[in-house]
């Protein structure tokens, strides 16, 4: 299966982002809609037959945004009410900080998350290392990491990597494995930016076996080709930077 995150096309009202869903559905092969930072993302303005996925702590009621943490389980319940009659696809979340919750607790919160809402639950590999799942914890083969499913971010990958193209590519090799679902994206290696994705990047060869092998892609920024429905805060960015040359 292959989505877009409204990530990718944000800093709109959700009515927008929905139509340009829809208007790219075709051309990228899309087959669920990520809900995930961007845009507030109200169920009630979604038909409840459209496939998604949630990404992280997304969710509003309105003008107010639902708390959700891995490492707090009375937040779970809102979450389970509110999805129990949707057609969830897949749930990732980014691990919490290292200082808010131990490894143990992270795999347990983890399996007890995915029991209460019956939806596949992965965590999302992160950039910064005061999180878990950062590079240090696969760096040092931390214990019984593999046993965790995982979000490949690739963008994050990048970060570790520093932008090296071949160390992307070598760290992906080596977490596919676990992992269940990718975002691709791109950055410069310094900042996770969701920057549009280049006609030739490295991954592109990859999708089609990625998506034959059963795991979930999302777009998490648009190949450039499609960068007229670029999230609108990067766009108006870029025309003031043109005016200024």
């Known amino acids: 299966m292959k989505g877009l995150s409204v990530t990718a096309i944000g800093a709109r009202p959700l009515e927008e982002c929905l139509n340009i869903f829809e208007t790219l559905k075709d051309p990228l092969g899309l087959d669920f809609l990520e809900l995930a930072v961007g845009s507030r993302c109200d169920l009630s ?3 409840k037959d459209s496939p998604l996925v949630i990404h992280h702590r997304c969710l ?11 490492a707090h389980p009375e937040t779970w319940e809102e979450y389970r009410h509110r999805l129990r009659d949707r057609n969830v696809k897949m749930i990732s979340i980014h691990p919490p900080m290292r200082k808010e919750i131990s490894f143990d607790e992270l795999k347990q919160n983890r399996d007890k998350l995915e029991a209460l809402l019956g939806i596949p639950v992965c965590l999302e590999v992160m950039p910064n290392d005061a999180y878990w799942l950062s590079e240090e914890d696969f760096s040092k083969k931390h214990q019984d990491i593999r046993d965790i499913p995982i979000l490949l971010d690739i963008s994050h990958v990048n970060i570790w990597s520093k932008g090296c193209s071949t160390l992307v590519q070598e760290w992906t090799k080596r977490l596919m494995p676990q992992a269940i679902a990718i975002h691709l994206s791109h950055n410069n290696g310094r900042r996770d930016s969701h920057d549009l994705i280049p006609s030739n990047i490295w991954f592109n060869q990859y999708i089609q076996d990625w998506e034959a092998q059963g795991v979930i892609l999302t777009y998490e920024s648009l190949p450039e080709s499609y960068g007229a429905f670029e999230r609108s805060d990067k ?3 870029k025309q003031l930077q043109r005016r200024k040359r």
Do not use: E, H, V
């Open 235 to 237: 766009q108006r960015t």
């Open 45 to 47: 303005k979604i038909p």
């Open 60 to 70: 509003f009621d309105g003008l107010y945004k639902l708390p959700f943490s891995l």
